[in-house]
């Protein structure tokens, strides 16, 4: 059972409002990764952390924002929310431990903004 | 430019039989391979992976090949299961960036 956390589960959220998503794993993981999916389409990864201090954007362009302050924590923002940010937000942590290959993923975050 | 390719966007299996969902992929750069479940509103969950340096890896029911010369990986689940009916993703992982670079997914439905 993997130890990360993402809250809430569903949003519905007006356009303009600001939003955080919370991921938190509790497995000491240096690396974690945020991914957006649409429905029926592939994971696209929108931003990854090697550490804390350490945030870099993924290969789809996102207008959200995330902070690595501490190891456990990853939080994405977003400033002003628009009806295009819709989606499922899912956050995921790995180790680099020998023989260590996998990702965690939390249960996701769907978010619809109307 | 799409790194990780999954073909087949929706496969149908008898229950009993082998269900086989195939994955094609450019990077020579990555080290392992990860096969993930996922469910709608859920997040994905891992099943299996298989090193670059490995041909087949088995866990149970699920299987792994891997044929690095023509960048293709495929997995075999045997017997499925009409709990196996679930999207499932390729996923290698870059080995100097640690990106898991997903694939379109699979649908797979076990009839039962």
């Known amino acids: 059972e993997a130890d990360i956390y993402q809250t809430p589960r569903y949003l519905v959220i007006g356009t303009g409002k600001k939003i955080t998503l919370e991921c938190s794993q509790t497995m000491g993981h240096d690396k974690m990764y945020w991914y957006q999916q649409d429905p029926g389409m592939e994971l696209h990864l929108i931003h990854y952390s090697y550490g804390v201090n350490s945030t870099e954007k993924g290969d789809l362009s996102s207008e959200s924002t995330v902070s690595r302050i501490r190891t456990e924590h990853f939080p994405l923002t977003l400033e002003s929310a628009r009806p295009s940010h819709t989606s499922q937000y899912l956050c995921?942590?790995?180790?680099?431990?020998?023989?260590?290959?996998?990702?965690?993923f939390g249960q996701g975050t769907r978010l619809t903004v109307v | 430019d799409q790194q990780v390719k999954q073909n087949s966007p929706s496969l149908s299996v008898q229950e009993g039989r082998i269900s086989i969902l195939n994955c094609d992929y450019t990077?020579?750069?990555?080290?392992?391979f990860l096969w993930y479940k996922k469910y709608p509103a859920e997040g994905p969950t891992f099943l299996i992976s298989i090193s670059s340096i490995k041909d087949k890896n088995e866990d149970g029911r699920f299987t792994v090949f891997l044929n690095k010369s023509a960048k293709h990986l495929s997995l075999h689940i045997v017997p499925s299961q009409p709990g196996d009916s679930a999207v499932y993703f390729c996923a290698p992982r870059d080995s100097g960036t640690y990106k898991y670079i997903f694939g379109t997914g699979t649908r797979l439905k076990v009839l039962a």
């Open positions: 990077n020579s750069m990555f080290d392992y």
């Open positions: 995921a942590s790995s180790d680099r431990g020998a023989g260590q290959s996998e990702a965690f």
